[in-house]
């Protein structure tokens, strides 16, 4: 349970890093692309599973080899249609044997190959193992790898709506934990209190917050020592004026419990991303095919433009001329 634990600490630290913007619009496209490949993650999974059943079922594995010939049998197909690494000796569950042969340098151990099986075994595990090598190991784990570079593609487009969609869901996860909860309570409770003249339950109920908040800033001020070396190396990522005000504003919350009310922050976000944010070919080819359109729709114009000042000129040298030549149509 312990290793378990310690190794989703490290996700969950990983994953609060996603309010970052040098990390955020980084990370964020690569976990939604994995989220939309779920499907061709469950299609690949009961593949896998369809080739283990068959090994299985052609009994193979001894009981020798493995914990469980089950066991035997995922180990193999796992590693053969996954990973690519492959025996065929243990996919077919027979064993090399070390024969001692004479050589003009003396006696020397050889490995000898085993004799194929006639009992038909050999036939069925060869085409099961062509099967998943084609199958799997090439077919399906090509397809992944377009499938997620087409996944992140499409995201890394959207990679400044996530991180700011992500921010936003972040606040409200802090938001919502007990301690700020508790502390926004009873500051507002003070401050109705002051409001009604109940001044003496209005100073109990201040002093309760001033214990809060001074408990919640020794834990967040033990947990900034702890990550104190992180955030020395961070620190040329990050920007001094934003770090700057979020400790002004957490220092003025955790003194006034009139400051920890309601708050809005208004995001503004650019529908055409700069040149610096072209990291993706779907966003170069779809930058300039919008610039090719704007080309386009202009020079478009100016010909109309052209086309409606001759038209008007032959207008008028025919009014003037008095013949009786066709109108012009435009």
């Not at 193999?76 to 340098?105: H, P």
Request: charged content about 20%; some cysteine; aromatic content about 12%.
């Amino acid at each position: 349970f312990m290793a378990l634990f310690s190794a989703m600490a490290w996700f969950r630290f990983c994953y609060s890093l996603r309010g970052e913007p040098w990390f955020g619009q980084r990370i964020l496209p690569i976990l939604f692309a994995l989220r939309d490949t779920v499907v061709f993650f469950f299609f690949a999974f009961i593949c896998v599973c369809a080739a283990t059943h068959a090994h299985y079922n052609l009994e193979v594995i001894k009981d020798h080899d493995h914990p469980h010939p089950f066991y035997g049998s995922v180990l193999q197909v796992v590693r053969l249609g996954i990973f690519g690494d492959f025996d065929l000796f243990e996919f077919e569950g027979v064993d090399e044997t070390i024969k001692l042969n004479a050589s003009s340098n003396g006696t020397v151990w050889e490995y000898e190959d085993p004799e194929p099986s006639d009992d038909g075994i050999f036939f069925s595990v060869h085409v099961l193992f062509y099967s998943v090598g084609l199958g799997i190991t090439i077919l399906l784990m090509n397809v992944l790898i377009g499938v997620l570079g087409s996944n992140f593609d499409l995201y890394q487009d959207r990679a400044p709506e996530l991180f700011n969609r992500a921010r936003a869901k972040l606040l409200l996860e802090i938001e919502g934990r007990p301690m700020v909860r508790l502390l926004k309570y009873l500051g507002s409770s003070a401050k109705t209190l002051r409001e009604n003249h109940r001044t003496c339950l209005a100073k109990l109920v201040q002093f309760l917050y001033m214990c809060g908040a001074c408990i919640h800033g020794l834990f967040h001020f033990v947990l900034l020592l702890c990550a104190l070396p992180v955030l020395c190396i961070l620190t040329p990522f990050r920007s001094m004026s934003g770090t700057y005000h979020t400790f002004k504003q957490l220092l003025k919350a955790q003194l006034s419990p009139d400051v920890a009310g309601p708050k809005y922050i208004w995001v503004i976000q650019r529908e055409c991303t700069s040149d610096l944010e072209l990291r993706s070919l779907h966003a170069l080819v779809k930058e300039k095919v919008n610039e090719v359109n704007h080309n386009v729709q202009g020079k478009l114009g100016e010909m109309d433009q052209k086309i409606e000042t001759i038209v008007r000129m032959l207008e008028e040298r025919r009014e003037r001329s008095g013949s009786g030549l066709p109108k012009v149509n435009p």
